[in-house]
């Protein structure tokens, strides 16, 4: 197995898928003679031609409708967004269209959205949104945000194999950040089964996406002043796995959920509520919620990180659930 | 580009053709006409939209369509679900919002799909965002042409929806991949209320193709013969590589934008000067000046037309209502949905014993 970056692991699973299915075609702004913004379908042009590797005009409406007609004609369109920012372009596509065909008709629509989201690099307003909270609230639509390159990969292969329109938030600061080894063969990580990526008995961490990292970090250094932390990452927001959080808070009896998204409205106000509706019982402490500020991405480094949610205010709301 | 007129595809037709296009114009009628009753009898849930004054436009322009060609019909295109062979039951059952409805009480109206797994008309439901599904059968098109398909992708779009900025890119999408879709773009004078010198500073609704460099053209929308010919050649076009087409068609909606409009801002003397120019009543004169048809040849297939459609409706209104406890099925692929689209032939095909057209897969390169 080699080590790869999470940018590379995407790149291969969807390679590897458009290998193994011909009717796997790739369409988004950019992504063909240059091989897309961040290079994920580098060299995929030369290899795989321009009828399944398709620069479009930059129309994200457009374009995310043509994917979903050409899903009716059974192919499985990936369609790339440049930054996650410009799927608000092709909203009502995907929360209108694509997500309400199999209720009315019963007709499958295979296609994938991928979005490079998140913020930490001064992205500015623009470039730097997490916007998984517009789509989790959508019936139809799966939503997932890996936080490995091992989950990147098998992930995507199961979002492409899946019959539904699934919303693929890949995080552009974690691109070449992280690197693990991964398979180089056909593997799948199934949608909606989220992961202990670390096991503890005195609070449970429930987060997706770039804070598995900084919440994994927090974990070790509170291991080292003897609380040990257990951190679910959820995988999966939709269909999301209530099993694996809840299982884990009844035998710690604590929670501290986790998002680099905006605080209000977020996904964490659902797996908080989800916590206290079924282990009410089990709760020695408050569900606390570790998110972005209420306000928009801001563009200087100054601002921004007191915008995000950093390792230091996640150890501190961790300290404060602990001791509670 | 303005596109050439040279060509006058309905000079192909046969007399059966010709009879056959009245038919499924009156039985459009006949089929609104019964769904007017039943919405007055409080028997259609929501809105009843009707297309009086514009069913000649939507059944000639899909009767340029192979048998196995794609369709996007919009809420007043019942005309060309009825040539594709939409059985008119599926239609009832879905403005009573039955359970056995092709949504199986979901979604209402022509909000239906039927997409046959080989062979057959292929039939792409709409949704209320209009624009949106010029984009989404642009990518029919370049579906099926990845597949190998010579399939025609047509769709439909009015005053109103040409404004959305869907229109737009889905035209432009496929302006520049030569896609092959066929846009009807209807000038009915209204949006809900608002006319069409409030929607666009154009003098015709075609000249918005000029943004895209495709072809062109603007026809009599109450002119069966005419909007075939545009629409055939824009198929043809299609079919043969050439790319999208845009036909523009001058009609009228003689009606509210439902029935519970009162139609208040709609002239008095425009609406006068259509009624004198109805489609069905000109194609009807014509059929019986150019000794095609006589008035009883006509007045029998009225007869059978109505009848269909009383036939049809009464077959509806016994189906039962969605059980409550479907609500959740379905939401994401994989449980089980049963179609339940019916197709069926015109009397006139059936006695032919073969569809009107070659098949999209036998026809083009």
């Not at chain 1, 098998?154 to 699934?166: E, F, H, Q, S, T």
């Not at chain 1, 990580?189 to 987060?207: F, N, Q």
């Not at chain 2, 523009?248 to 519970?260: C, K, L, P």
């Not at chain 2, 379905?330 to 949905?337: Q, R």
Request: with cysteine; charged share 25%.
């Amino acid at each position: 197995m080699a080590v790869i970056t999470y940018l590379d692991a995407i790149s291969q699973g969807l390679r590897d898928e458009m290998r193994r299915d011909e009717n796997v075609i790739v369409l988004g702004e950019d992504i063909a003679v240059f091989g897309g913004a961040f290079k994920v379908t580098r060299g995929f042009l030369e290899e795989f031609g321009a009828d399944r590797v398709i620069d479009t005009p930059i129309s994200e409406s457009g374009f995310t409708g043509a994917a979903c007609g050409a899903a009716v004609e059974g192919l499985r369109p990936v369609v790339e967004f440049q930054f996650a920012d410009f799927i608000a372009c092709a909203f009502d596509q995907i929360v209108n269209y694509a997500a309400k065909n199999y209720y009315r008709w019963g007709i499958p629509m295979p296609v994938v959205f991928r979005g490079p989201s998140g913020g930490g690099f001064r992205g500015g307003p623009y470039h730097s949104q997490n916007p998984e909270a517009w789509f989790t609230h959508v019936p139809g639509l799966k939503v997932v945000q890996p936080a490995t390159p091992y989950d990147a990969k098998g992930l995507l292969v199961a979002a492409i194999r899946d019959n539904n329109p699934v919303i693929y938030l890949e995080h552009k600061h974690l691109y070449r950040r992280i690197k693990e080894e991964v398979p180089e063969d056909d593997y799948v990580v199934p949608i909606g089964v989220a992961e202990v990526k670390r096991e503890g008995s005195d609070l449970t961490i429930v987060t997706y996406g770039a804070m598995v990292h900084e919440s994994l970090a927090v974990a070790e250094r509170l291991s080292r002043e003897g609380a040990e932390c257990e951190v679910v990452d959820l995988r999966s927001l939709s269909p999301l796995d209530r099993d694996a959080f809840l299982t884990s808070v009844r035998k710690t009896g604590r929670a501290l959920v986790v998002h680099e998204a905006h605080l209000t409205g977020g996904f964490g106000g659902e797996v908080a509520a989800i916590i206290a509706e079924q282990a009410f019982d089990a709760l020695d402490a408050p569900v606390t919620r570790v998110a972005a500020l209420d306000v928009p991405s801001p563009f200087a480094a100054q601002l921004e990180d007191a915008m995000l949610p950093t390792e230091e205010k996640i150890y501190t709301a961790a300290r404060d659930v602990l001791e509670y | 580009m303005p596109t050439s007129t040279a060509t006058r595809p309905s000079d192909d037709l046969t007399r059966d053709d010709r009879l056959e296009l009245y038919y499924f114009a009156r039985l459009t009628r006949d089929i609104e006409e019964r769904l007017a009753v039943l919405y007055r009898q409080n028997k259609v849930v929501g809105g009843l939209y009707r297309s009086l004054g514009q069913e000649g436009e939507s059944v000639a322009s899909a009767y340029a369509l192979a048998e196995d060609d794609a369709v996007a019909a919009l809420i007043r295109n019942l005309g060309s679900l009825i040539v594709q062979g939409i059985r008119p039951r599926a239609v009832f059952t879905q403005y009573m919002a039955k359970g056995t409805s092709p949504t199986r009480g979901r979604d209402l109206n022509l909000h239906f799909s039927h997409i046959p797994d080989a062979g057959g008309p292929i039939v792409v439901g709409p949704i209320s965002m209009l624009g949106d599904l010029v984009p989404v059968m642009a990518g029919v098109g370049l579906g099926a042409r990845m597949r190998g398909r010579a399939l025609v992708a047509m769709t439909y779009i009015g005053d109103g929806g040409t404004s959305t900025g869907a229109f737009h890119e889905g035209m432009n999408f496929a302006a520049v991949q030569k896609l092959p879709l066929v846009v009807i773009a209807e000038d009915n004078k209204y949006a809900y209320s608002t006319p069409v010198s409030q929607q666009m500073a154009l003098a015709r609704i075609d000249q918005r193709a000029e943004a895209y460099g495709i072809p062109h053209e603007m026809v009599d929308g109450n002119d069966m013969l005419a909007v075939y010919d545009a629409s055939r050649r824009a198929v043809e076009r299609a079919r043969h590589g050439d790319g999208p087409s845009l036909v523009g068609v001058d009609t009228m909606r003689m009606r509210g934008h439902a029935e519970h409009d009162d139609m208040r801002y709609m002239s008095k003397p425009l609406l006068d000067a259509w009624k004198a120019r109805d489609p069905i009543a000109r194609y009807h004169a014509h059929l019986v000046e150019t000794e095609i048809a006589t008035e009883t040849d006509l007045a029998e297939i009225d007869a059978m037309s109505r009848a269909y459609a009383e036939a049809e409706a009464d077959l509806a209104e016994a189906e039962p209502p969605p059980e409550p406890d479907t609500v959740a099925a379905g939401v994401f692929a994989g449980d089980h949905f049963q179609p339940t689209v019916e197709i069926v032939y015109s009397p006139f095909r059936e006695k032919r014993g073969t569809p009107r057209h070659a098949p999209a897969s036998e026809a083009g390169s």
